[in-house]
């Protein structure tokens, strides 16, 4: 693989790819007891890309031919430059030489990323290829670095191989299972002309994946970056200084932490503490003695302690020149606005968190946002009738990127809505006993497994922690304390993006009060932190995440008078929400918001 600049017009517009609907519409809510209300099916109103494994295929031969010709680059790469002592330049060419093979059972969650266009010409110097790793931190979710994604349309020309430790031969993708690429986000801070601003993105798959997966550190974790500490590379790029040739299979190594000062004192500028971390031993100026990331690893994790510490991002030319380190986003700066990405909340597949709402009369609707741009909620989907239920909560229980509904019928019994896979919602029991419950609420990953969980507040005012087992269903409920009588919960994503979900209530004055997650079941809530108060002022608050697009949870309420709010979030633990927005009246129609 050669360190070529990118060609200057590689800005793409928006894919044109012809969309087909993602499943039929749908007939009666199936397998329910006699006698229990029926739900209606939700309706498919969603196009979901058609990329066949015959076209998957096809992209990933496509990227594997440039790689063998030489002629694919990492996305993003910059005209290559020689370092100074005074001013060192480098190229974003990322990167494992003085590694060792790896299998895909010990990171299992590592997958290719492979692109290739033929700009639909049969010229074909005029082809696009390029190749990157991933980390696979949700089934249907790849983290990656921004320089993969930025300015390329991934949708229409990419392709996900996972399950493999070995680069595609061919059709032969060695026992790995190809996916396409439904939607792409990228940091909206990143700067592609110097890579600054949190070097990461996020790929959505068409479909959720089967393996294994590995999650991001959150923002509270220094000990992770602290000098000395053991780190581990993966990815399948070069592995000599003096061959373009990248691994055909998974390569790892061992890299110690190294400090902002030691980064900055070799890099200068270029390197910026705080969006960036850097590791590894300085480079000898050649193969032996050197131990870093190399072209190809673009987009791979940085693993420290089990978590993502950071995502490989650019280095100098060939990799090896004396004193060089490799350089990584740091995703603890950014572990708010990924998780945001991770667990979207979206109805209707675009990226921004939808509502879904009820009328006293039994009709319901599903809300879709327009981002952040009054009204900031535009279309809705009408959905049916839904009366007799006395609950309804929407998320993504089983992580396949479709919103689940969470339902509780009159005489107790609590469902789950879920997509079976195939081609309808299909209603799964998930017990009785649940009129005991005051609220249910399904506010993201308490628990730090990536799995969205329940808390339930009790009508004895016990609030009760129920973790997701990532099936739609839970597992043994967790105390979490006493004393709930008097408040109203809500809260839906990560209000003081330390990457750990939140829990929002209301107490009987009208204060509002953030509780922190503290990323484990026990003890589940932190120390709360005073918002405000005057919050009695709203009959219902719905928080289905972040609707603005801005990876910061929001906050809607609505007054007595049927005016609704957007509180939108600020993602600062002390003052979560900015001043209010009116979305706008004729919201006190509804008795389920949210």
Not at 65 to 76: K, N
Not at 241 to 255: G, N
Not at 353 to 365: E, S
Not at 427 to 441: C, E, H, L, Q, Y
Request: charged share 20%; with cysteine; net charge negative.
């Amino acid at each position: 693989m050669t360190s070529t600049p990118r060609r200057a017009h590689l800005a793409l517009p928006a894919a044109a790819a012809a969309l087909a609907l993602s499943g039929a519409v749908l007939a009666a809510a199936p397998a329910q007891a006699s006698g229990e209300t029926p739900v209606p099916p939700r309706p498919a109103a969603t196009e979901q890309p058609t990329a066949s494994q015959a076209e998957l295929l096809r992209r990933i031969q496509g990227s594997g031919a440039a790689i063998e010709g030489d002629t694919a680059t990492t996305p993003g790469a910059r005209p290559n430059a020689t370092p100074s002592a005074e001013a060192p330049s480098r190229t974003v060419d990322p990167k494992i030489i003085g590694g060792k093979d790896a299998t895909i059972s010990e990171a299992p969650w590592m997958v290719q990323l492979h692109y290739s266009d033929d700009k639909g010409t049969k010229d074909t110097s005029d082809d696009e290829g390029y190749f990157c790793g991933g980390t696979l931190v949700a089934p249907t979710k790849v983290l990656t670095a921004a320089h993969c994604v930025y300015g390329l349309d991934w949708k229409a020309n990419g392709a996900v191989l996972a399950g493999t430790a070995q680069l595609p031969d061919g059709a032969d993708l060695h026992g790995g299972r190809a996916a396409g690429v439904w939607r792409q986000w990228v940091n909206p801070t990143y700067r592609p002309s110097t890579i600054a601003g949190g070097d990461l993105a996020v790929l959505t798959l068409t479909e959720a994946l089967p393996y294994k997966t590995l999650q991001p550190t959150s923002s509270g974790d220094t000990a992770s970056y602290a000098n000395g500490t053991p780190a581990t590379v993966y990815g399948w790029g070069r592995t000599s200084s003096t061959s373009d040739d990248i691994s055909p299979t998974l390569r790892k190594a061992t890299v110690p932490m190294r400090s902002d000062a030691t980064c900055t004192a070799y890099w200068g500028s270029d390197f910026v503490p705080g969006q960036m971390a850097c590791a590894g031993n300085p480079a000898a100026g050649q193969d032996a003695g050197t131990v870093s990331p190399c072209n190809g690893d673009s987009g791979g994790p940085l693993v420290v302690n089990g978590r993502i510490a950071g995502v490989v991002s650019w280095g100098v030319e060939d990799c090896v020149a004396t004193g060089a380190y490799g350089v990584y986003a740091k995703t603890r700066s950014y572990a708010g606005e990924v998780n945001a990405r991770i667990d979207d909340t979206d109805l209707d597949f675009d990226g921004l968190a939808d509502l879904f709402v009820r009328t006293r009369g039994g009709q319901a609707y599903e809300y879709y946002s327009l981002g952040n741009r009054w009204p900031y909620l535009g279309n809705r989907a009408e959905l049916g009738d839904w009366s007799g239920l006395g609950l309804v909560r929407q998320a993504d229980l089983d992580r396949d990127f479709r919103q689940d509904y969470l339902y509780r019928t009159a005489d107790g019994v609590l469902y789950v809505l879920a997509f079976n896979g195939d081609d309808r919602y299909e209603s799964v029991r998930v017990g009785a006993g649940w009129n005991a419950m005051k609220d249910i609420r399904v506010p993201g990953d308490l628990t730090g497994d990536a799995l969205p969980d329940l808390v339930a507040q009790a009508k004895d005012g016990v609030l009760w922690l129920y973790p997701g087992k990532g099936d739609g269903l839970f597992g043994s409920r967790v105390r979490i304390g006493g004393g709930w009588s008097p408040y109203t919960i809500t809260g839906k994503g990560d209000y003081d993006r330390d990457g750990r979900s939140d829990l929002l209530a209301r107490d009987g004055a009208g204060v509002l009060w953030l509780y922190p997650g503290t990323g484990k079941a026990s003890p589940a809530l932190g120390s709360r932190i005073r918002i405000g108060s005057g919050w009695n002022a709203y009959n219902a608050l719905a928080t289905a995440g972040d609707v603005t697009g801005d990876g910061r949870s929001d906050l809607l309420a609505r007054d007595a008078s049927g005016v609704l709010w957007l509180y939108k979030g600020t993602g600062t633990g002390t003052a979560p929400f900015a001043t209010r927005t009116k979305v706008g009246s004729g919201w006190g129609a509804f008795d389920i918001l949210g």
